[in-house]
């Protein structure tokens, strides 16, 4: 193995390996460091999102779904099934098959496009030189011209209610659990923990979710909150909001947990408790004292917008530097700072990373919220096309949500756009393409969409902004 490189990548997850890959398309030699171990001690590119996050939440979203859907909308449809029942094993069996082969995937990726993959650890050190680790701890210093750092995040303890990985777990081990508990406590009802506890809630656990802030989804647009609240109410998703997290106890009869509300000191018992209470960069062992690297004053490594750190030739990227805790704002970055690296212009549009929460209904969203709009004094227009009005979304039995579109009265353009409904993660493409080109409304009112399809949800939204709306009556 050379030990000299263009470009050396420490992290191999949605930030690492799209940039070693870009680097190595560029004509550059790349060599990516990744330390992932799996619960068996099994090492696995992929990072998080991979082993622990996007891919096998989204598995086990899937799975939980469609039980659901067995159970409380067939008969809508008139097939008779019997009784749904539920065999956990094969579905984690289904899910651990589908992470498998996306991990080998990216080791195919990486040998494909000739990077030279290292499962162990990295650390930078000054120079830039890299201490690389084998998994046999064989110890190695390479040379590089280039650092990416990409060295993702891990979750947030909660010091009053420890994870024992057993009865007190953490998001990945709520996606390791081989029973449906009968009772299961959720702390914090973020993104993750949403998902989670509708996963666990579909597969018939009696779910309750303890939120300290008083507010519901408080980075999306209210209207969206508020929708969402009431499906995720339907649904039996016990949010309790205003409920901070003060202790929580391992007892004989499962996990005492102790919060605070507006009525004052309260407690419950589950059978099962997940700590989801946020993610924090993972930086510790990544960089040597003396490589010059700093952190933010959040913990992130500090770097600039292009993801430079400040060392010469040392660059960041992904979720152990700020920015949303996002797979593809991640892998945008890692692309960006390949590309750089080559004298190529590049660079990460920030306002227009989309969200996504991955429930039933789905919700995405791009842009600002109506609450931001406001804020910002702008004159603005709103357009809503309800999926009730959709034919497509009556006919797949999910006439549930909303499209809502936000544009500026002077100029037309589109500043906002917020989904919950059917496919809304899949719709929002098209929202962040029209943002992206700065489109007006009138631009998306002319834009032919196919029928009967969800997307012409946003269209008639577009059209509703202008009390144009054909499907829906214009308020
Ligand atoms: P990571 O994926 O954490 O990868 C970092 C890699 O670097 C790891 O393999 C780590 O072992 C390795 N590493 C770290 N330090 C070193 C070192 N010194 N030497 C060698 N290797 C090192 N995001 C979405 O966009 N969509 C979703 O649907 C979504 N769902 C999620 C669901 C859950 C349950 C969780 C927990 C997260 C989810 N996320 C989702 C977030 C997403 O997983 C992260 O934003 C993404 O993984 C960040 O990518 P990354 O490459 O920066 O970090
Ligand atoms: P996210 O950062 O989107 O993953 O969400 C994590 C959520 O956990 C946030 O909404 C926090 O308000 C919430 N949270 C953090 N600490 C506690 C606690 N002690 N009790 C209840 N909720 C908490």
Redesign the pocket.
Known sequence: MSETFDVIV????????PAAIRAAQNGLSVAC?????NYDGTHA??????????I???ALLESSELVHRAREEFKVHGIQVGAVTVDLAQMQKRKAGIVKSSTVGIVGLLKGAKVTALP????LLAGPQVEYTALDGQKKVLHATHVIL??????IDLPSAPVNGKEIVD??G??EFDTVPKRLGVIGAG??GL??GSVWRRLGAEVVMLEAAPQFLPMADQAVAKEAQKHFKKLGLDIRLGAKVTGARVTGDGVSVNFVDSKGEQSLTVDRLVV?VG?KP?TA??FATDSGVTLDERGFIAVDAECRTGVPNVWA????VRG????????EE?VMVADLIAGHHSDVNYKLVPS?I?TAPEIAWVGLTEEQVQASGRPYKVGVFPFLASGRARAMEAPHGFAKLIAATDDDEILGVHIIGPMAGELIAEAVLALEYSASTEDLQRTIHAHPTLSEALHEAALAADKKAIDFPNR
């Open positions: 420490i992290g191999g997850g949605p930030a690492g390996y460091i990744d330390d992932w171990k590119f992929g990072g998080t999102c991979l082993n622990a996050g996007c096998p939440s989204k162990g650890h990295g650390q990409a060295s993702g995040s891990t979750p998001s990945w709520a996606l993104v993750i998902e989670l989801a993610r993972r062992g990544v990227v992904g979720d152990c949303p805790m996002l797979a593809h704002k991640a892998k890692g996504v991955y």
